[in-house]
């Protein structure tokens, strides 16, 4: 989803986790304000080029911030800024209850485990 077809209550940074930096250190301090200002940025319109003279981040880069900060969290909150904190990871839960639905139904139909893991695997011919 981009800028330009995402609804405006998602836009609304009122309803996005903020972070706190103060108890970071200089470096993963510099990388979260900079990637906040280019997700402020990009929420707020501006060109590509603009974002990458100020802040440094590419096109790519902020468009895969955008897309992580547009996902939900479970209290309904959306992530937000969260994702700009240089240590933050988010799993896409999605892959992972996919993976656990295709174990769960190859157990269902005799399949074991082990069968499954080993086709997943590469293997030397």
């Given amino acids: 989803m981009n800028r330009n077809n995402t609804p405006k209550n998602i836009l609304d940074q009122s309803k996005w986790a903020t972070i706190d930096t103060s108890q970071l250190d200089a470096y993963a301090k510099s990388i979260s304000e900079r990637r906040e200002r280019a997700l402020r940025m990009y929420v707020a319109f501006a060109l590509h080029k603009e974002i990458k003279a ?13 897309n992580k900060a547009i996902t ?7 992530v937000g800024y969260e994702v700009c904190l240089y240590y933050k990871r988010l799993k896409n839960t999605n892959e992972r209850l996919l993976r656990h639905a295709q174990k769960r139904d190859l157990v269902m139909r005799g399949c074991s485990l082990n069968f499954w893991t080993s086709t997943l695997k590469y293997k030397r011919s």
Avoid: S
């Fill in 72 to 78: 939900k969290r479970p209290d309904g909150l959306f």
């Fill in 54 to 66: 100020v802040t440094g981040l590419c096109r790519q880069e902020v468009h895969a911030l955008f």
